[in-house]
């Protein structure tokens, strides 16, 4: 859900970032994150799990101009991808005006794939909010391993209505920003077209049930990561590497004519948002630490349960 702050004269939006497990959702926050082209980020808050993490950062992307004389300010998420933490997927999905769904294009993991959109699909409906309406842009990851599905192919079984796709390998940075772009283009054309996201018909929202299993079988989890308990490390002269396959068609140049006109917020204005975007990361950190220790509790009673 946008968020419409008139004292600082900013409109907030939230992308997140969805997919099977260790299809390279956290490659891509780090690898955004780490580029040095793009400035006005906000500190990145990792929740870790034992198998996955969860990230948020925010940034102002300046050379995107603003939305009727607001500035914009984009939030960036990833969701756990191990079906042990759907409840959580759910949660971080609350409030998004756009997803990046991550396809891992090896030929293994068509059903994972499957399976996590299908998961993606019903967390939006329980979030209320329209599968067919929020922005939606499908990177096909992987795309320089071996043994992958061309485009034309996962086309046929993710994306036979055509959503915009970006081929994509996020350890070396190729897609990433030409992925970004998009999301927030189609973010964009939301915004300026009024499109209203709301499942008004499915029921207002309860507090989410951190017990509950996922709907998807367990090759939507992919293979565990060994650790992920350590904070990322980026390195400032960190560039990104582009391929022949990446075409970034939304590509804009600072130096270009903006036909928003671009606007500057003052020292004060910039603490008083910076203070509110705390605000709101330390509720999120707050609610995933929740969230967190309930599905360590439950791992726990299975594990006594099973005896495994």
Avoid: W
């Avoid at 969701?79 to 294009?105: H, I, M, N």
């Avoid at 390195?235 to 671009?262: K, N, Q, R």
């Amino acid at each position: 859900m946008v968020l419409i702050n008139k004292a600082i004269n900013e409109v907030t939006v939230k992308l997140v970032y969805y997919g099977p497990g260790l299809c390279g959702k956290t490659t891509n926050l780090e690898k955004i994150y780490g580029n040095p082209k793009l400035d006005n980020k906000g500190k990145m808050i990792s929740m870790s799990t034992e198998t996955d993490r969860t990230l948020f950062f925010d940034f102002m992307p300046m050379e995107l101009g603003t939305i009727a004389g607001q500035k914009m300010r984009v939030q960036l998420y990833t969701v756990p991808g191990q079906v042990f933490y759907d409840a959580t997927r759910k949660l971080v999905l609350r409030g998004a005006d756009g997803v990046v769904f991550v396809a891992d294009s090896q030929s293994s993991m068509r059903d994972s794939n499957l399976d996590s959109l299908e998961n993606l699909k019903t967390n939006l409906r329980i979030n209320r909010i329209d599968p067919q309406k929020v922005a939606l842009v499908y990177q096909y990851n992987k795309r320089d391993l071996p043994n992958v599905d061309s485009v034309e192919t996962m086309n046929g079984y993710l994306n036979p209505n055509g959503v915009p796709t970006v081929e994509a390998s996020a350890i070396t940075g190729t897609g990433v920003t030409a992925t970004l772009r998009a999301a927030v283009a189609r973010i964009l054309d939301n915004l300026k077209n009024n499109v209203d996201t709301t499942l008004h018909e499915e029921p207002e929202l309860e507090a989410p049930d951190m017990s509950a299993k996922a709907g998807v079988t367990q090759m939507s989890a992919g293979t565990p990561k060994l650790s992920m308990k350590s904070t990322p490390k980026f390195d400032a002269e960190e560039t990104i590497t582009v391929s022949p396959f990446e075409v970034d068609p939304l590509d804009v140049s600072i130096e270009e004519e903006d036909p928003f006109g671009v606007m500057v917020a003052d020292e004060r204005s910039a603490r008083d948002a910076n203070a509110e975007l705390l605000t709101s990361a330390q509720e999120v950190v707050r609610a995933l630490e929740a969230a967190l220790e309930r599905a360590r509790a439950h791992e726990a009673a299975l594990r006594a349960k099973t005896g495994l």
